[in-house]
Structures are given as structure tokens and as C-alpha cells.
């Protein structure tokens, strides 16, 4: 399964069902309209997104937190009305559903792009959570 590491406090956003929306300068080109990808909540805290930041929003920073399906990707102009506010000065609006939360962080280090994390489906069932990511 692959990951893509995102800001807080949008990375949260994703996982509560508020933020349907990633923007992104790149389309995807490893996952496929349908498949689950997991959302890795970088290190850092985006500035810009205080507003959106209440006491019921987790921001763990620094590990995986949950996984999205990719619903499709499309230019901001193509949106529909109730997801525009979302579209912020880039090129691409990947669109997602059916979030899921992780009971429990999955600590490791983000990269750049889509990536596949450092330990799979083995590591995940001995934390339990294999069931969260049908393995």
C-alpha cells in the first residue's frame, strides 16, 4: 500500500471527512482510481490552516494516522461548488472518500511523493492492525 504525507492540520482534516479534497502540482501515476492509500502526517504544522485547528482535531505529526480511497483526480475548475474552497493554487484536486482512522499512530518518517512505508502488512498485524488494512 502506498502513503502520501501531508501537513497538518490537513492530514486530519482528510481522516475526520471534513477535507475531500488534496491538492497536489502532479497527478498520480501508482494508484488507481478505487485504491486505498494511506495518509502519513508530516512533522510539520501548516501555518495556514490554524483556523481549522479545534480541540476535537488530533494532530499527530510525524506517522501514518489513517488511509483514504482515491476517487479521482481533476483540475480545480471541474469541482463541484461544495468542494472549491478546498482548491488551493495548484494544478490537481485528488479527490477522496471513505476515510479511516488509525486507533493507533504508526510512527516513520514522510517522503516526497507517493511512497511505500519502510514496514507492511507483517509489521502492521503485529500492532493489530492488519484487519485496518485488509491483511
Do not use: Y
Amino acid at each position: 500500500m502506498m502513503a502520501l504525507t501531508v501537513q497538518q492540520p490537513w492530514a486530519s482534516l482528510i481522516l475526520r471527512g471534513d477535507k475531500p479534497i488534496e491538492n497536489r502540482n502532479w497527478k498520480p501515476r501508482t494508484i488507481r482510481v478505487g485504491e486505498r492509500f494511506l495518509i502519513h502526517a508530516s512533522k510539520t504544522i501548516d501555518v495556514w490552516g490554524s483556523d481549522w485547528i479545534d480541540d476535537a482535531l488530533p494532530l499527530t505529526t510525524g506517522a501514518v494516522i489513517g488511509s483514504v480511497v482515491f476517487a479521482g483526480v481533476v483540475a480545480p475548475c471541474d469541482l463541484e461548488a461544495d468542494a472549491r474552497e478546498w482548491a488551493t493554487g495548484s494544478r490537481w484536486c485528488w479527490q477522496l472518500r471513505d476515510p479511516e482512522v488509525l486507533a493507533k499512530p504508526i510512527p516513520m518518517t514522510g517522503r516526497r511523493g507517493l511512497w511505500h512505508p519502510d514496514e507492511g502488512p507483517p509489521a502492521w498485524a503485529a500492532r493489530g492492525l492488519a484487519a485496518v488494512f485488509g491483511g
